[in-house]
Nanobody
Framework: QVQLVESGGGSVRSGGSLRLTCAAS??????MAWFRQAPGKEREGVAC????????FYAESVKGRFTMSKDNDQNIVYLQMNDLNDDDTAVYYC?????????????????????WGQGTQVTVSS
């Protein structure tokens, strides 16, 4: 059974940085995605990538500030978040699917993915 575990959340001042980690165990995955959900808002796709392809998809709101990377050998992905602001405050989730999935669709249709971590809180204060 595949499990996803996030870590690395916390509180940071506006303009600061955090790095999130998502480790997958119990199976090999084709790709992984990061989502976030702020109170009262829908879950939003942040970034998505495949393990065998270099290209990464990003939401417009995080382009140039967030970088998703991977460690293929360890089945781990990272989300480096720089220049954080109040709008980035949310619970961040990593997600995937047991079968191959298209990142561009997954990012706007989170229900298409069936593997989710428990989430990690990121709080940005001014």
């Amino acid at each position: 059974q595949v499990q996803l575990v996030e870590s690395g959340g916390g509180s940071v001042r506006s303009g600061g940085s955090l790095r999130l980690t998502c480790a997958a165990s119990g199976g090999r995955l084709i790709g992984m995605a990061w989502f976030r959900q702020a109170p009262g808002k829908e879950r939003e796709g942040v970034a998505c990538m495949y393990f065998h392809v270099r290209h990464t998809f990003y939401a417009e709101s995080v382009k140039g500030r967030f970088t998703m990377s991977k460690d293929n050998d360890q089945n781990i992905v990272y989300l480096q978040m720089n220049d954080l602001n109040d709008d980035d405050t949310a619970v961040y989730y990593c997600s995937s699917r047991r079968v191959p999935f298209p990142c561009q669709i997954a990012m706007i249709a989170p229900r298409s993915l069936d593997l989710w971590g428990q989430g990690t809180q990121v709080t940005v204060s001014s």
